[in-house]
């Protein structure tokens, strides 16, 4: 049987929205670098709970801001986090950096671990709009 969480990641609570606040601010008004740092040093440290690394990498996919998404990635890959949105995240990615192919791979397997309908229906588009 595969895997599966408690549930999805759960909505805001006053934490998430005061940690996504504070990171917010962290992005208006520090260098990118210092940002980065910053943010890897927070995700590394096990400051940061996944839901808020989700929701930051998902505003900075919205953005096209792929520095900010590829550190998060990089940084909870290395602290061992899984999650069927971590993998959304990284699929989205990994199509805006031009690797269908790679995302196509990613969502197949997700698919069959977590058994989301949200990563069924991206792996379907990509399957139907790609020219793989």
Known sequence: MAPQPDSDIPGSTPLFDELITKIEAD??????????????????????????????????????DQDVVETILV??????????????????????????RKALELLRQSVEKWDRPYLAALKERLERDGDL
């Not at 069927?84 to 990284?90: F, H, S, T, W």
């Open 75 to 100: 940084f909870l890959d290395a602290r061992g986090d899984a999650h069927p949105l971590l993998d959304q995240v990284k699929a989205n990615y990994l199509m805006g950096k031009g690797q269908r």
């Open 27 to 64: 992005y208006a008004s520090l260098t990118r670098t210092k940002f980065l740092k910053k943010l890897s040093r927070s995700i590394s440290k096990h400051n940061l709970p996944l839901a808020c690394c989700i929701s930051i990498a998902e505003s900075a996919l919205a953005k096209d």
